[in-house]
């Protein structure tokens, strides 16, 4: 079949976020970037506890795994067997674990747990996208979505559950956020996935899974420190050993992190831009208020990797007769002057109750010519697995806003019940 003429010049990237079939649009909460501190949308709800009570050992830094190990009486050297079996063989139990004595590996099974999350559902799309609607230890849900592609593919892993960040076009904002994800949650997505595609161990070539992309529900800088510890874990040499160059956190602009980002972790930074004056910006990404364009790009400037070999991605949503003129992307291209930068042009996905539609496709493309010709790549992301609602930007689960209050509840209620 012949495609159309951008899909054969410009490459997919990834696409992810996609609404659960049977969930009901809400109004978006009230947007107050007065009321945002610095870091963090909310505090962390507490870790949810598991149904049985053990604690899980995914998630642990290194050194925290170290001081259960030395708590337990072990020695050092059981804290990087440990880590050797669950990060690079994927051991989903202890007694899988046939070097370490029978006796450590029930005492270990009694206390601590290597389970996944549950995949409440599993979807494949026609074009080979799949999707996995993730149910964490308190109910709350979350997705991901694996995008092969021809020489690599990506996991769209998520921060949140839902996002507190209200932009215009994106569905995921319009679910109250129910908590930040912990750093087990955001690692057991990528071992999920290794689990289905059947991956493991870590050094088995070729693979399918190539690439993590932080694009899923949230925004990964208002949960920097479980992203950053899932990140570490999954980029330690010893484990899964994803290269920092595999690995691209999207954020809508939280200038401060992107800082923090670039010093601790040094990730390929996708921004999502989408508008080219702070008036337009101000309206669809609400976040502009607070960390305007210029201070935005300034910390573009600054962010460690922007050389030429690891250019800064810069998302671009494509909202008919909002910000798709020409002139838009003559302002772009000198907007961003001097940053080696890619673009990335996102047709706008639709959700019931959307207020923008997606531009024409003469629109998108006459537009990334006139990026194009300014001499920056500008790959249109071709929609990926809309059948299954895997397109990318319009994640949203179902999970509603539960109260801390009725969480620990919940939690001790569960405990008590083991
Ligand atoms: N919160 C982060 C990462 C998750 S969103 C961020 O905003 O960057 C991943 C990408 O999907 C972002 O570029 C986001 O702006 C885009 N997006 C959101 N809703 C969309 C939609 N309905 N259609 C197309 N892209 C969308
Ligand atoms: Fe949150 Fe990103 Fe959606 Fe904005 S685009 S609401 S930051 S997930």
Redesign the pocket.
Known sequence: MELPRLQKIHYSRSA??SPVINTLYKTPMEFSPALLPETHALPDAPAPAKADGRKPMIGLSREELLAEVLALGESKFRASQLWHWIYHRGAKTFDEMTPLAKKLRERLDGMYTLARPLADKDLTSFDGTRKWLLQFADGNKAESVFIPEEDRGALCVS?QVG?T?T?K?????TQKLVRNLTAEEIVSQFMLARDALGEWPSSKEPRLLTNIV???????LYNYENVAKALKIIMDGEGISLSRRKITL???GVVPMIRQCGEELAVNL???L?AVTDELRDVI?PLNKKYPIAELLQACRDYPTASNSRRITF?Y?MLKGVNDSLADARALVKLIKGIPAKINL??????PG?PYECSSWEQIEAFAQVVLAAGYASPV?TPRGRDIYA?????KSDSEKVRKSVLLKQQKESAASV
């Open positions: 992810c976020n921060s996002c960040l932009c076009f994106c569905h995921t904002g932080m694009m899923g529900m949230g925004e990964p999207s954020t809508s996708a921004i999502s989408h990404v998302e949503v996102i047709p706008f996905n639709a959700w959307a992301r397109a990318c930007g319009q994640l």
